[in-house]
C-alpha cells in the first residue's frame, strides 16, 4: 500500500517538485476526454489530482475507473496549475499534484447524498448514515474545535492544580427536576442504576474528602423532551472548588472562557466580565438569559397606565399585573399596522400572551402624540410620561403586553431577540458575556402549594438572607450565578450548603421530609457530618459552547452521534428492543401495546 507522505490540505506554491504521496476520498471527479483530475479530500482539506494518459497511462486508465467516495492513494509530483486555472479558495489552489502511481484501497457504494450538498438534505437522512455527513469539511472542523476546547479546558485547571477526577456512571436515583434515566440491574433483583443528571454529589463529597480543587468533562443524562440546543445526554465542564466564594468561582472561569475565545476565534474577551442582579435582568429584559449585544430594554408603565381608561389595562393592573412593554427605534415605518396585528401579534400568543397593544410616536408642536389604537385612552399629561419612561423618539413604534408579571416577560422577551434580528441590531460576530447573580434561593410553585429550588436543593442562601429562612423564604437571595452569552446560558453554578442543619431547613421549605431526604440523599447528608468545607462550583455546557463558537444553532452540530429531538440514534437505531432473554434475567416485563386492554370511554375521562 503506498504510505501517505502529505495530508491534503498541506502543500502550497513552495511544494512544487516536490515527490508526494496523497491519500483519501475522491470528492469529485473530471474527465475531460483526455486528462482526468480528480479533488481528494482528506479531513485537511482538498487537493486536485491529475492524470495524464500519455505520461502515465496506467494511472489514468485506473481514475477513469473511481468514483465520488472510493478511497484511494496517489503519488506523483507537485506542480503549478496551469495559468487562469488556480482556484483561490482552496488553501491548495495554486498547485495540483500530476499523479504517477495510483492505488484503490476501497470502492464506495453510491452515497445517499453529495457531501457538497449535505447542507440542503433532510436531517434524519443525514444522522442515520452519520459516516457519511460527518466527512463535511464543517462537521470535521466542529470536531476539531470541540477537541480544541477540550485541550484548553484541560491545560488550565491543570495549570491552577485542578485534578480531573471520574465520578460514577451507575449511580442512586435521586429525582429531582428532569427524570432520570434508569439502568436495571441483573444482580439486585427489582433495583435501579440511575445514569446521572450531573456529577452534582459526587464532587461535593469530593470536596469534603479533601480533595480541593477538581474538574471533570463529563458526560450527563437527562430525560427530558429534547430542543435545538438540548439533547438527552450532553457534555459538562464540570467543577467543584473548596474554601472559596462566589467571587473565586466567577474569576477561574471568565478567565477560561476568555482564554477559549482567544484560542479559537481569536476575540479578545475583556474580564472581569459584566455582572447584573437577577432583578435587574427580569425587570429590563425579561429573561434571566438577556442578549446584551444590542439595547431595548423593556419598561414597565403599569403606574401610568392605571390612569387610562383601557380596560385591559386596569383590570391586568387590579388583578396585580403589569403594563409592560418596549420601544422599536423607529418601527413606525418599519412596521406596518399588518405587519403588528399579524405578524408580531400571533408571535407573542405563542409564548401565551392574550395580545399586543401598539402605538407608533410622533411629535407635534414640541409634544408627543400616540397614533394607533392606544391614543384615545391616554391624556396628554400621560403619553409625555410614556414617551420619557422609554425614551421616544419621533417615528418610534411602541409595543405593550397586559398580564401578570411573569406572563408579560415570557412573552416580552422573546418578541424583543426577534425584533432585533428582523432589523439587525446587532453584529451576529460579537459576543456579549454577563454573569447573572443574586438569583431568588427558592419560588412558589402554586400547582403543589410548595416552594422549589430555582437551582437545586444544594445551593447556599446569601449569608445575610439566613434569617429569612423561617419568616421570609420567598425573598431569600441565593449564592448562585449562571455565565451568559448572546442570549444563551452556556454554565450555572452555585456555592454549596456545607452546614447540615442549613441543609435541613431548605429540605423542609422544599417539602422534602427527612424520611425523603435519607431515601434520596443519605449518603450525601451522612457526608456533610463530617466536616465539610464551605466549597461551591459550575457546570458549563461544552455543546453550548461550541455551538456559539461555529456559529450553529443546532447542538446536533457539534456531537458526533447526537440523538434526534425524539432522542433516537438513526445511525444505530436506539432505543430498541430486546430480547426475552435479557429481559428475563433483569426481572423485567415490557407492556405491548397489542396487549393492552381497552378502556371506556368514562374511564379514560378520568
Excluded at 471527479?29 to 479533488?39: C, E, W
Excluded at 412593554?325 to 400572551?353: H, M, N, P, Q
Excluded at 449562571?482 to 444563551?488: E, P, S
Excluded at 446560558?489 to 422544599?510: A, T
Aim: a neutral charge; hydrophobic letters at 35%.
Amino acid at each position: 500500500m503506498l504510505k501517505r507522505t502529505h495530508n491534503c490540505g498541506q502543500l502550497r506554491l513552495k511544494d512544487v517538485g516536490k515527490k508526494v504521496t496523497l491519500a483519501g476520498w475522491v470528492h469529485s471527479y473530471r474527465d475531460h476526454g483526455g486528462l482526468v483530475f480528480i479533488d481528494l479530500r482528506d479531513k485537511e482539506g482538498l487537493t486536485q489530482l491529475v492524470f495524464n494518459p500519455e505520461k502515465q497511462p496506467e494511472a489514468h486508465k485506473s481514475a477513469r475507473t473511481a468514483r465520488c467516495e472510493w478511497v484511494i492513494a496517489a503519488k506523483g509530483v507537485v506542480q503549478p496549475r496551469s495559468e487562469g486555472m488556480a482556484n483561490p479558495k482552496l488553501p491548495t489552489g495554486q498547485i495540483e499534484v500530476a499523479v504517477q502511481q495510483l492505488e484503490v484501497l476501497n470502492i464506495s457504494k453510491t452515497p445517499p447524498f453529495e457531501i457538497g450538498e449535505a447542507d440542503k438534505i433532510n436531517e434524519e437522512l443525514r444522522l442515520a448514515n452519520r459516516y457519511i455527513d460527518l466527512r463535511r469539511h464543517k462537521m470535521q472542523e466542529n470536531l476539531r474545535i470541540r477537541h480544541r476546547v477540550t485541550k484548553v479546558v484541560r491545560d488550565h485547571f491543570d495549570r491552577l492544580g485542578f485534578l480531573e477526577i471520574e465520578t460514577p456512571m451507575l449511580a442512586k436515583s435521586t429525582p429531582e427536576g428532569a427524570r432520570d434515566f434508569l439502568v436495571p440491574s441483573r444482580l439486585h433483583k427489582n433495583c435501579f442504576y440511575a445514569l446521572p443528571q450531573s456529577p452534582q454529589l459526587f464532587k461535593q463529597i469530593l470536596m469534603v474528602s479533601g480533595v480541593d480543587k477538581y474538574f471533570q468533562i463529563v458526560r450527563c443524562f437527562r430525560d427530558e423532551d429534547p430542543r435545538a440546543d438540548r439533547q438527552a445526554e450532553f457534555t459538562q465542564i464540570d467543577v467543584e472548588m473548596s474554601f472559596v466564594d462566589s467571587n473565586d468561582v466567577i474569576g477561574v472561569h471568565e478567565n477560561l472562557l476568555a482564554k477559549i475565545w482567544n484560542k479559537i476565534l481569536g476575540v479578545d474577551v475583556k474580564a472581569p466580565m459584566r455582572r447584573m442582579t437577577y432583578k435587574e435582568a427580569m425587570d429590563n429584559y425579561g429573561t434571566d438569559r438577556p442578549d446584551l449585544r444590542f439595547d431595548m430594554k423593556l419598561k414597565d408603565i403599569s403606574d401610568i397606565a392605571k390612569m387610562s381608561t383601557f380596560e385591559v389595562f386596569t383590570k391586568a393592573i387590579e388583578a396585580g399585573g403589569v403594563v409592560k412593554g418596549l420601544c422599536v427605534a423607529g418601527g413606525s415605518e418599519k412596521y406596518t399596522r399588518s405587519d403588528i396585528e399579524k405578524t408580531l401579534t400571533e408571535f407573542v400568543k405563542d409564548y401565551g400572551a392574550k395580545g399586543l397593544m401598539w402605538a407608533k410616536v410622533k411629535k407635534e408642536n414640541d409634544k408627543f402624540v400616540l397614533v394607533g389604537g392606544l391614543a384615545k385612552f391616554f391624556g396628554d399629561e400621560q403619553i409625555q410620561q410614556i414617551a420619557k419612561r422609554f425614551s421616544s423618539k419621533e417615528g418610534d413604534l411602541l409595543l405593550l403586553i397586559a398580564d401578570g408579571e411573569k406572563n408579560a416577560n415570557k412573552a416580552l422577551a422573546p418578541l424583543r431577540c426577534k425584533l432585533a434580528k428582523d432589523l439587525k441590531l446587532y453584529d451576529e460576530k460579537a459576543f456579549e458575556f454577563v454573569w447573572i447573580v443574586e438569583f431568588p434561593l427558592l419560588e412558589w410553585n402554586e400547582d403543589q402549594k410548595r416552594y422549589d429550588s430555582l437551582h437545586h436543593p444544594f445551593t447556599s442562601p446569601v449569608p445575610e438572607d439566613l434569617e429569612k429562612l423561617e419568616s421570609d423564604p420567598v425573598n431569600i437571595r441565593s449564592q448562585a450565578y449562571d455565565i451568559v452569552v448572546n442570549g444563551a446560558e452556556i454554565g450555572g453554578g452555585s456555592i454549596r450548603i456545607h452546614k447540615p442543619k442549613v441543609q435541613q431547613k431548605v429540605f423542609e421549605l422544599l417539602k422534602i421530609s427527612r424520611k425523603q431526604a435519607q431515601q434520596r440523599f443519605g449518603f450525601f447528608l451522612r457526608a456533610l457530618e463530617y466536616g465539610a468545607p464551605p466549597h461551591g462550583g459550575i457546570a458549563l455546557g461544552l455543546d453550548r459552547i461550541i455551538m456559539l463558537l461555529t456559529g450553529t444553532e443546532n447542538i446536533r452540530d457539534v456531537i458526533a452521534f447526537p440523538k434526534t429531538q425524539r432522542g433516537q440514534c438513526l445511525l444505530t437505531d436506539a432505543p430498541s428492543e430486546v430480547d426475552q432473554r435479557q429481559l428475563d434475567e433483569l426481572n423485567l416485563r415490557t407492556q405491548r401495546h397489542s396487549h393492552a386492554v381497552e378502556q371506556p370511554p368514562e374511564e379514560q375521562k378520568q
